[in-house]
């Protein structure tokens, strides 16, 4: 969320390029997933990493992202990309995901380590968005 939020605050993109906030809707992402070509996923993943270790994850990798029990997420990704996928159009996609410090506590707020990242985060999907076909402008600095 707060990836996004920088993006949104930080750049102007092309038409074919929409950030949202997926938050805990799962299944009821369906709708905007099934109109995209690429879906590009920003969140915390639990990996084999340190605390702060960003994850670029596809295919099969997909199961390590969101994937969790603990989850704050009422369905996980690829469960949601498999019911897309039964209804006529599953997207290509990606997760640029991070190692959390703690995902258990289940908090909003990032933790310092992780706030230092979010710039890397967003490189990062600004990278996959270019690859995808979606372009972008830094906003100029109020």
Do not use: W
């Not at 799962?26 to 109109?35: A, D, S, W, Y």
């Not at 992202?65 to 290509?92: E, W």
């Not at 990606?94 to 490189?123: H, Q």
Request: proline letters at 4%.
């Amino acid at each position: 969320m707060r990836v996004v939020e920088h993006l949104q605050n930080s750049f102007d993109f092309s038409g074919n390029v929409t950030l949202m906030d997926g938050g805990t809707l799962g299944t009821r992402l369906m709708g905007p997933i099934l109109e995209c070509d690429m879906l590009i996923v920003v969140d915390a993943v639990l990996g084999d990493g340190a605390p702060g270790t960003v994850y670029r994850l596809t295919g099969d990798d997909l199961r390590k992202s969101l994937a969790f029990k603990d989850s704050m997420h009422q369905t996980d990704l690829v469960d949601t990309l498999i019911y897309c996928g039964i209804v006529g159009n599953r997207p290509d996609a990606v997760v640029v995901g991070i190692e959390p410090v703690d995902y258990k506590t289940m908090a909003v707020e990032v933790s310092g380590e992780l706030a230092k990242r979010i710039p890397e985060m967003a490189e990062s999907v600004l990278k996959e968005i270019e690859q995808a076909g979606g372009s972008f402008t830094p906003r100029a600095a109020a």
